[in-house]
């Protein structure tokens, strides 16, 4: 991940050395070099997805003129989002994010949960399955809500084993399990939200200049201080992808561009919103489309 924007960009340089300072792991050689096991696992993944969608950001920054309407991040994701609405700067998203990291895998060490994705089935039967799996004090729950028919669920594994067997009889086409390293956007990581709200009232906000639509809410938030809670209720709470890009399409947006790593938010947008004009930009080889969309 990045290295064409390391190799082509001075902004892009800075960024990845800055994560390697803040992190103290090799974050620049994991997302150029991996090995793939050590950069899914969530210290590295979070600050190496942050700091590839910043790169690309300031990349796209360096080219082109850039003016959103609204802005959105999956999960962590949404810290990128934070810098481009100019909640705080670059240096202080990868701070949290290395905050965050640290504080979920504490959570996930305490808890043997991980994260499934369930497909073809709708919301309610899901939360219902996930209602009765949920028994002796081991809970699962909904946690990414990523496009219709495409949902996933968290918690620990004994009731995500018991979550797989109901929702394949509520008529879930596939449970397939998820490389993650623990049960994320689920009641387990309250603890992590707790220690990560005393980081986020240390650090300084400002009012959003575009509207950035909250993981939890699906709404637009713009106040400091409300973008301050969200950040740390998003850790426990479902991250309402699919009605946040209808709340974009009912804002006017009908321009969707992905910065960052992977093109898997291009992908859902097509899958929620049809008509919507899609791309990525996750390297510079993507530069021409993302041109194309920005001044159609």
Known sequence: ???????????ARRLFSLADTITGLPIT???TEGPLERLTATDVAQPGVVVTSLAALAVLRERLPLQFGAVAGHSVGEYAACVAADVF????????????AQAMAAACAAVDGTMAAVIGLDEQPLRE????????GSSVQVANLNAPGNLIVSGARDALERLSVGAKAAGARRVLPLNVGGPF???YMRPAAQALSNVLNQVQFRAANV??????SAKPVQAAEELRLELAVQVYSPVRWIETLHELAAMGCDRFLEIGPGNVLAGLV????????????????????AEALLTR
């Open 211 to 216: 509207s950035v639509i909250a993981n939890a």
């Open 185 to 187: 956007h689920s009641v």
């Open 29 to 31: 050689r994991l997302c």
């Open 89 to 100: 700067d670059a240096e202080t998203a990868l701070k949290l994010v290395h905050e965050r």
């Open 129 to 136: 399955a996930c209602a009765a799996a949920s028994e002796n």
């Open 270 to 289: 097509r899958r929620t919103l049809p008509d919507a004009n899609v791309a990525s930009f996750g390297s510079l080889e993507n530069l021409d489309a």
């Open 1 to 11: 991940m990045g290295a064409d924007f390391i190799a082509n960009s001075d902004n």
